[in-house]
């Protein structure tokens, strides 16, 4: 007879523990956090003499939806990379996040997650001016939560934008003669005799 409470209590114990130690389904990690404030665009990681390096990154916040705190470390976000229309990943980056807990309706620190691979030329200007060149990239956002799968959070476009410089406007072009008001002479003006 004890053996058999023993075992029922041991077996207990490990359904106890099984359970409570589920990992989180993709409802559960929907449910509890979005991505806030999305920003993409390019950064300079490499500024040589001759050279730059600029590489596709997405900036974005976490938001806690959920009535529990998000714990320090519990989050590892992974960015695919890649060019529209294609499945095949450019490069991909991660972060395990967050670098402290967030609280029930707060907002993280933005998290900035680089790709390791980019372009390189002359100076950013020299991508500015080639822009019409670039291939359309975009960045698709994983997470993982307390040992979940990874779910995708969605995908957005990689703005064409250098982080830190704003393109140089095209010199206004001078309107041709025949749009100019016409000049007219006027009299010159009478004085008064003193």
Same mark, same amino acid.
């Given at each position: 007879?004890? /053996?058999?409470?023993?075992?029922?209590?041991?077996?207990?114990?490990?359904?106890?523990?099984?359970?409570?130690?589920?990992?989180?389904?993709?409802? /559960?990690?929907?449910?509890?956090?979005?991505?806030?404030?999305?920003?993409?665009?390019?950064?300079?990681?490499?500024?040589?003499?001759?050279?730059?390096?600029?590489?596709?990154?997405?900036?974005?916040?976490?938001?806690? /939806?959920?009535?529990?705190?998000?714990?320090?470390?519990?989050?590892?976000?992974?960015?695919?990379?890649?060019?529209?229309?294609?499945?095949?990943?450019?490069?991909?980056?991660?972060?395990?996040?967050?670098?402290?807990?967030?609280?029930?309706? %707060?907002?993280?620190?933005?998290?900035?997650?680089?790709?390791?691979? &980019?372009?390189?030329?002359?100076?950013?200007? +020299?991508?500015?001016?080639?822009?019409?060149?670039?291939?359309?990239?975009?960045?698709?956002?994983?997470?993982?939560?307390? &040992?979940?799968?990874?779910? +995708?959070?969605?995908?957005?476009?990689? %703005?064409?934008?250098?982080?830190?410089?704003?393109?140089?406007?095209?010199?206004?072009?001078?309107?041709?003669?025949?749009?100019?008001?016409? /000049?007219?002479?006027?009299?010159?003006?009478?004085?008064?005799? +003193?």
């Amino acid at each position: 007879m004890k /053996k058999i409470l023993s075992l029922l209590l041991v077996s207990l114990l490990v359904l106890f523990l099984l359970t409570s130690c589920k990992a989180p389904s993709r409802q /559960k990690v929907l449910a509890t956090l979005s991505l806030e404030g999305v920003d993409t665009g390019w950064t300079i990681t490499d500024r040589m003499l001759t050279s730059s390096k600029i590489v596709p990154r997405i900036t974005f916040r976490v938001k806690n /939806k959920s009535t529990e705190a998000i714990s320090k470390g519990s989050l590892y976000f992974t960015v695919t990379f890649r060019l529209v229309g294609d499945r095949q990943a450019f490069d991909s980056n991660w972060s395990p996040y967050p670098p402290e807990d967030i609280f029930p309706g %707060a907002m993280s620190a933005p998290l900035n997650i680089l790709s390791l691979h &980019g372009y390189k030329g002359s100076s950013p200007d +020299s991508y500015l001016k080639n822009k019409a060149q670039w291939q359309k990239m975009e960045a698709e956002v994983f997470v993982r939560m307390r &040992g979940s799968a990874f779910y +995708s959070l969605g995908t957005w476009p990689i %703005a064409q934008k250098i982080d830190g410089w704003t393109e140089t406007p095209a010199p206004a072009t001078p309107a041709p003669e025949d749009a100019l008001p016409a /000049k007219t002479e006027s009299a010159p003006e009478e004085r008064p005799a +003193s």
